[in-house]
């Protein structure tokens, strides 16, 4: 499956607007989204908004909530749907012990309830905050002691992955057949490229192999920031090959709220291509 993006959308809102609407009820474990009146009009829209949600729950040191969202007067375009669905279903499995939205308009609870029907998830609709937030209150905390995650790979893996074409200025990343299950996988993966860089002292285009790579919700965080920043670092373009639909899919929302090309190709033959054009200055 291949999602195609107009390139042209723009998210209508700001960090700073979205920031306004995310609350914490630390006594009852909740995390409450306000999305009341708003419009999301685009794809760019609500991946700003769930970059922003989960940016929130990460600075909290917390990974678990439950998580009460307030859809009155909301008003989601069709062509932001599929954002959507795609983001929350994948911030529910990373994060939620429980979700439950109340006052939602009747276009929206139908398009909500056959979300649920597709998705096999329960929509938990209620009539308003107070029952909803009761409901959650009945739920069971999912919380124990910390999470520690215990690494799949090592750094010298990831090195090993990695090799440069010092002529073509390329550097190849061989991520193909790697899962990222959660940060701790994630850091291991960048903490060898930003050594190997630093090694170099050199900026690089980056050629990415992503056969039968899987990133998993909880990681996504993660290997969102820890992408940009090496990029910001050490880049002078990335190319991206081979990935599956469902990697594809999430590397094409998330490039819409930060700012950057998805530039993905089929094959590392079309990916060299896209590394020539750009040397050559072809946007």
């Known amino acids: 499956m291949s999602l195609t993006l107009d390139p042209n959308a723009a998210a209508n809102l700001t960090a700073e607007a979205i920031d306004a609407r995310i609350s914490f009820l630390l006594e009852d ?51 932001a749907w599929f954002a959507h669905s795609r983001r929350g279903k994948d911030l529910n499995l990373a994060h939620s012990m429980g979700s439950v939205r109340h006052d939602a308009c009747d276009e929206t609870r139908r398009q909500i309830e056959r979300n649920a029907g597709t998705d096999n998830f329960d929509p938990n609709l209620f009539a308003d905050r107070g029952e909803a937030l009761d409901h959650l209150r009945r739920l069971p905390s999912k919380r124990t002691e910390k999470i520690i995650h215990v690494p799949n790979y090592t750094v010298n893996f990831f090195r090993d992955r990695v090799c440069f074409d010092e002529e073509a200025h390329i550097m190849e990343i061989d991520l193909s057949q790697v ?26 285009y980056f050629l990415i192999n992503y ?57 590392r033959e079309e990916a060299l291509e896209r590394i020539e054009e750009m040397k050559r200055g072809e946007s």
């Open 29 to 79: 474990q909740v995390l409450e989204i306000d999305l009341s009146d708003l419009t999301l009009g685009n794809s760019a829209d609500v991946n700003l908004l769930y970059d922003r949600i989960e940016t929130k729950i990460a600075a909290t040191g917390e990974d678990l909530w439950f998580f009460l969202i307030n859809y009155k007067g909301t008003r989601i375009e069709p062509g």
């Open 179 to 204: 899962t990222l299950a959660h940060s701790r996988d994630v850091n291991d993966c960048y903490d060898a490229l930003d050594a190997l860089i630093a090694e170099t002292g050199l900026k690089w």
């Open 211 to 267: 056969e039968n790579t899987k990133i998993f919700p909880g990681a996504w965080v993660q290997y969102a920031a820890r992408g940009k920043a090496l990029n910001e670092a050490g880049s002078l373009g990335s190319v991206r090959y081979a990935p599956g639909s469902e990697t594809e899919t999430d590397i094409r929302l998330r490039a819409e709220s930060g700012g950057f090309r998805p530039n993905i190709r089929n094959t």
